[in-house]
């Protein structure tokens, strides 16, 4: 039985977390924000707490995964909560170029947009859990809450060689000792923690692509939008990406359960300027917003409450170069007794980042 340190406490960390428990190991997750999950973040607004009544089911993250995933299903039936993934209710999407809407054919909207996505992946959609993409990181949380140790608002500041595996200082000066390390964080966070153990192999984390995001989500009044919101959403033409806007979804009419009946559940996806992501207010944000929504769907009434979410660094791209750096690498780490988990260094997407989390035994 190893001690083993998992830097990072979104789905991968908490996967390899998963996986490493049910090898017997003594585990210990720190995750530098005050909850887990990562890049998924769903909210559930209750009753009472705002303008809007119970019901909506808010992503300010991940809204799914690719249907054909059978890693997800499987940890699902692990958890006991397999009853709980969900597919669309409506799978066409609108594309809007020139001031017009048409249907878009399967897989286009991923083309159009530029999106990384499997062949076998083109036209058949995503899957969810019934009250969010939450639902996975509650129900791991659960199942590891008896078995693992889980600190919040722990950052990791440096990693040093001991005889004996490792010793990882924290932000807040204290420091934790491990037999092995899995590092389940973004590639740029990643760099200059794998310095002083790989070198230049870590350092040219640094030089790999991620785009950032910026999603602004609105509850609506359904009374307050004529359009029919008959699709999936609308994905904007490059030409019409009116402040960066790439597309809004219907999330209503993609996924049962995301609002109450007689109210809309709306969001827009920005690919933010690197500058404006962390200078602009989200007022800013909700303003441009409102302003795309409004082209496309023509004139709409108040929103009852909105919310922003960015995404500094969080669309991996594996170009040529990128994939050339993680793979020297993951060759630097080999009998290192630190492991790379996560869709920063295998893959884009939930499904790869729970397959990542989940075969982090192998790469140790």
Known sequence: MARIVVIGGGIAGLCAAHKLTRMHHKVLVLEADNR?????????????????????????????YVARSEAIPKLARELGMAAELVGQVETRSFGYRDGSMRVLAPGESASFLGF????????????????????????????????VELRLGAAAAHIERRARGYELRLKDGASVTADKLIV???????????????????????????????????????????????????????????????????????FAERAPEGYANLRVFFRPDPREIKMLA????????????????????PALQSWVARW?????????DSQAILKGLDAALAGSGIALAGSAFHGSGIDAAVRSGLSVDQRL
């Open 36 to 64: 887990l999950g990562g890049q998924i973040h769903t909210l559930r607004p209750r009753p009472g707490t705002g303008p809007v009544p119970a019901g909506f089911v808010v992503e300010l993250g991940a809204e799914g």
């Open 116 to 147: 990384q996505v499997a062949k076998a992946d083109l036209g058949v959609g995503i899957r969810s859990c019934r009250t969010g993409m939450s639902q996975l990181i509650e129900a791991l949380h659960s199942k590891l809450a008896s078995d």
């Open 184 to 254: 389940a964080s973004g590639a740029r966070a990643a760099a200059p923690l794998l310095g002083p153990v790989v070198g230049p192999a870590a350092e040219d984390l640094l030089k790999t692509t991620a785009h950032s995001s910026v999603n602004v989500s609105f509850a609506f009044e359904r009374s307050a939008i004529s359009h029919a919101l008959d699709a999936t959403g609308v994905v904007l033409a490059e030409q019409d990406q009116l402040h960066g806007a790439r597309a809004c979804v219907f999330a209503n009419s993609k």
């Open 282 to 301: 989200d007022a800013t944000y909700i303003t441009r917003a409102l302003e795309v929504l409004e082209r496309v769907l023509g004139p709409i009434g």
């Open 312 to 320: 500094p660094d969080a669309l991996p791209v594996f170009d040529a």
